[in-house]
């Protein structure tokens, strides 16, 4: 009984990583404003930004925690939704800081985000490999949903639990984009 609910477990996850590849991930990323970003890096400067996002996906993590079972069902989406955004905003901060240009191409920047998640990304961009990013993202989510239930302490851990996210992402990405270009100024 159990493995049946394992295997349809792990069919769900599928199908939803097969649905956010397909179009999810290319939403998010045309609705980020990357001159915003670009700001947001020249004003703060690079960790104040990521800072700032990983503030902005603790919240949602709380605000999906904050009341239990019933915020939980309500707030995943949503929380989900913004941990990708922020993410990317991350991703997109470090990549504008380091190469000098805020304007990225999707192809370009889920191959940085698809090495950043460990997942293997060849030379073009593919259906398998945005599959894979999604079902990282998913796996990601789902780990922490259990302790989420839990009203008041699950806010704790769900804003807790992303704000760690996102600076260890930003932090990785950092690593892997570490020679930035400097611009003279005549």
């Known amino acids: 009984m159990k493995l049946i609910k394992i295997k ?11 649905k956010l590849a397909d179009s999810g991930f290319k939403q998010i990323f045309v609705h980020i404003d990357q001159l915003k970003i670009k700001k947001g890096v020249d004003t703060m400067g690079l960790d104040k930004f990521i800072n700032q996002c990983a503030l902005m996906a ?10 239990g079972m019933i915020t939980l069902i309500a707030g995943m989406p949503i929380d989900f939704a913004n941990l990708i955004t922020q993410q990317f905003r991350v991703t997109m901060a470090v990549m504008y800081y380091n190469k000098g240009s805020y304007q990225i191409e999707f192809n370009d920047f889920m191959g940085l985000v698809a090495t950043s998640l460990r997942v293997e990304a060849g030379v073009a961009i593919s259906k398998t490999m945005m599959e894979g990013i999604a079902e990282k993202f998913l796996m990601v989510l789902g780990t922490r949903t259990a302790e989420r239930m839990i009203p008041v302490v699950g806010a704790v851990i769900g804003g807790t639990a992303n704000y760690l996210f996102i600076k260890r992402m930003g932090e990785m990405v950092k690593k892997m984009q570490d020679n930035p270009v400097v611009i003279p100024i005549d």
């Open 58 to 67: 603790a919240g949602s993590g709380a605000v999906a925690g904050s009341g």
């Open 8 to 18: 349809k477990l792990g069919a769900d996850i599928k199908h939803q990583a097969e």
